[in-house]
């Protein structure tokens, strides 16, 4: 087991920044893949961006790209998400989750552990 607890969210306007962390417990860390999703009000939860295991591959959405970036440090068995320019559409609730390979990094069908959600408010 994989226990995962996010931190970081809040309030912010638009162009702000926040940081998330995601805390790792239970198994070792830098055996997982780390994803961070997002879902908003009346919509399906969406891929943000991973990391690998050792940090040597990351990939972000599209909406995202420029302006969040992922990173882990195993030696804390945390993963971050840097969010910067932030928009009123990035409001969400953001979910850190763990897999244990690459493949279907983007797919949330394919991660096994989940956190409980830190929620991320951009007013305009």
């Known amino acids: 087991q994989v226990q995962l607890v996010e931190s970081g969210g809040g309030l912010v306007q638009a162009g702000g920044s926040l940081r998330l962390s995601c805390a790792a417990s239970g198994r070792t860390f830098s055996n997982y893949v780390m994803g961070w999703f997002r879902q908003a009000p009346g919509k399906e939860r969406e891929f943000v961006a991973a990391i690998s295991r050792s940090a040597t591959s990351t990939f972000h959405a599209d909406s995202v790209k420029g302006r969040f970036t992922i990173s882990r440090d195993n030696a804390k068995n945390t993963v971050y998400l840097q969010m910067n320019s932030l928009k009123p559409e990035d409001t969400a609730v953001y979910y850190c989750?763990?897999?244990?390979?690459?493949?279907?990094?983007?797919?949330?069908?394919?991660?096994?552990?989940w956190g409980q959600g830190t929620q991320v408010t951009v007013s305009s």
């Open positions: 989750a763990a897999k244990p390979v690459w493949k279907g990094y983007s797919n949330n069908k394919e991660y096994d552990y």
